[in-house]
């Protein structure tokens, strides 16, 4: 990998990882990953299909053929469908940005399925925990932990070709402002980082 590639494994690799290892992905599962073209969402889409699940990404028109390319099984255009009335139900979903309803979620969950909060507001987790003790579903959020051992396991499915990086663009480190501004538009798809140029010149 390149420094760039490399550098974006922690930043959505740890958190995607951590959150679906509280799904219990079992081989042959469907899971359904909303926002999966971003930072988070290009890794949990291709961690998902490392543990064997049938995985559809949810996510706007200019990222479906992207997260094809990364492994999605199916892909959906929030823009033109609302994936909460094809009817379909899935055993994980993993709600990486937090924006989609609540309820759309529950509804779409298997009796035994687990929604999983990559982003949760004080609500969601109310709810979630209401949702827990009185139905078979299980909702999951809260506070993310890293752990050293997390990022050696991302990186033995690196070398085995399970993950790639996904990076849209490359800004130079005195244009780091507008690459927030890119960022905040919410249009990015995986990664956006900044290069750092050495100078041979200079020691250290």
Request: net charge neutral; with cysteine.
């Amino acid at each position: 990998m390149s420094y760039e590639e490399a550098a974006t494994v922690p930043v959505g690799g740890l958190h995607a990882l951590y959150c679906l290892r509280r799904g219990n992905i079992q081989s042959g599962q469907k899971v359904l990953i909303i926002g999966a073209g971003g930072t988070v969402g290009t890794v949990a889409v291709q961690l998902a299909k490392s543990f064997g699940a049938e995985v559809t990404g949810v996510d706007r028109a200019g990222k479906l053929d992207m997260l094809l390319s990364i492994g999605a099984d199916h892909v959906i255009d929030y823009t033109s469908v609302d994936f909460a009335e094809s009817g379909e139900t899935y055993d994980v979903i993993f709600d990486v940005v937090g924006k989609s309803s609540f309820s759309s979620c529950i509804t779409s969950l298997k009796e035994r399925g687990i929604f999983l909060l990559g982003n949760p507001g004080l609500s969601q987790q109310v709810r979630g925990l209401w949702t827990s003790r009185m139905s078979g579903r299980k909702v999951k959020g809260g506070m993310i932990s890293y752990r050293t051992e997390d990022l050696v396991f991302l990186r033995e499915l690196i070398e085995a070709g399970k993950i790639r990086s996904v990076i849209d663009r490359r800004y130079p480190l005195e244009q780091t402002a507008e690459a927030h501004r890119y960022v905040d538009t919410g249009q990015k798809t995986g990664n956006v980082v900044i290069t750092v140029e050495h100078d041979a010149r200079v020691g250290g």
